[in-house]
T-cell receptor
Framework: EPEVTQTPSHQVTQMGQEVILRCVPI?????FYWYRQILGQKVEFLVS????????KSEIFDDQFSVERPDGSNFTLKIRSTKLEDSAMYFC?????????????FGPGTRLTVL | DQQVKQNSPSLSVQEGRISILNCDYT??????FLWYKKYPAEGPTFLIS???IKDKNEDGRFTVFLNKSAKHLSLHIVPSQPGDSAVYFC???????????WGAGTKLIIKP
């Protein structure tokens, strides 16, 4: 069964450093998303991406964040200058379409730890 | 901002019995609701969904009920099995945007 994959599973970085989180969505999916979950808190939407551009982003997704689909398979989230509060699980998701049935499939997540 | 609320942090159910997980929402623009299951160290796994034009959707042991007037939905699992022990998240979306708004989750524990 096709699945969303994410690398790395765990990333440790120093505050102020740049990190890139990578995702390979399900191959025939067209819509891509990033969510995060700070320990003990709710899953929060960051951004959605379609047709090589951002469709929607939340207040969390400020200028420190960017997304890219550099080739036909990868979907990346970049944090330019990490802060302690960026420590969280980051989940990538994809869906085949956005219609009434917005079924999103999630990857296993990347645990980002900012020291 | 608590547009989607799961008021029970945890629920313990005997194996073989029915598990009922509840979710309330406040935003009347939501028209699609999903339940996800999550094991530790894994991403959320899609379980079942329901659109606002329906009041019930069933898939095997899982049934979701939607009461739009009460802005309430519930997930029924019957019979409950040990492998159902996980955190269950309710999520909602509106047709006008793409993002899923999540509840805080309910940890379901199935006792043997």
């Amino acid at each position: 069964e096709p699945e969303v994959t994410q690398t790395p599973s765990h990333q440790v970085t120093q505050m102020g450093q740049e990190v890139i989180l990578r995702c390979v969505p399900i191959s025939n999916h067209l819509y891509f998303y990033w969510y995060r979950q700070i320990l003990g808190q709710k899953v929060e939407f960051l951004v959605s991406f379609y047709n090589n551009e951002i469709s929607e982003k939340s207040e969390i997704f400020d200028d420190q964040f960017s997304v890219e689909r550099p080739d036909g398979s990868n979907f990346t989230l970049k944090i330019r200058s990490t802060k302690l509060e960026d420590s969280a699980m980051y989940f990538c998701a994809s869906s085949a379409r956005v219609t009434m049935y917005n079924e999103q499939f999630f990857g296993p997540g990347t645990r980002l730890t900012v020291l | 901002d608590q547009q989607v609320k799961q008021n029970s942090p945890s629920l313990s159910v005997q194996e073989g019995r029915i598990s009922i997980l509840n979710c309330d929402y406040t935003n009347s623009m939501f028209d699609y609701f999903l339940w996800y299951k999550k094991y530790p160290a894994e991403g959320p796994t899609f379980l079942i969904s329901i659109s606002s034009i329906k009041d019930k959707n069933e898939d095997g042991r899982f049934t979701v009920f939607l009461n739009k007037s009460a802005k309430h939905l519930s997930l029924h699992i019957v019979p409950s099995q040990p492998g159902d022990s996980a955190v269950y998240f309710c999520a909602a979306s509106a047709r006008s945007n793409y993002q899923l708004i999540w509840g805080a989750g309910t940890k379901l524990i199935i006792k043997p």
